[in-house]
């Protein structure tokens, strides 16, 4: 006698939830990227702040050094800081959405398999603030 089949219902709230969970991984990946980019530029804009004003300096474009001035390279990594600190803050709501959903993703899958495997009843216009 073999195990009894879980029903298809439950099957795709259980891919929803992995699902969630790549979409987690994904988002907290780019984070990681994002914050040892931004360490980087702090660390360059910080060891380009110590250098005399008339000095020469030069910045990378593709496989090339550009030489340029050291105010410019000064706004340009302070402008690119700001901009990581911007994205940041958004993949850190985004995560916290994610989180939030996946509790209630394994909340309801939870209920779902107490409650004797029956499916959840179709929601109705007035269940649903959106229509």
Do not use: Y
């Not at 899958?109 to 929601?123: D, F, R, V």
């Amino acid at each position: 006698m073999s195990a009894p089949q879980m029903p298809p219902w439950l099957q795709e709230q259980i891919m929803k939830l992995q699902q969630s969970q790549q979409n987690l991984q994904s988002i907290m990946t780019q984070r990681q990227h994002l914050e040892m980019e931004k360490a980087e530029t702090e660390k360059a804009l910080e060891e380009l702040k110590k250098i005399a004003d008339d000095d020469s300096v030069f910045k990378q474009a593709g496989t090339v050094l550009i030489k340029s001035t050291k105010k410019i390279l000064i706004d340009e990594l302070e402008e690119k800081v700001e901009l990581a600190k911007t994205r940041s803050t958004v993949l850190e709501k985004q995560e916290v959405r994610v989180k939030d959903s996946l509790k209630e993703q394994e909340a309801k899958i939870t209920e779902m398999m107490k409650s004797g495997a029956t499916p959840p009843p179709p929601a109705t216009t007035e269940d649903n603030p959106r229509k």
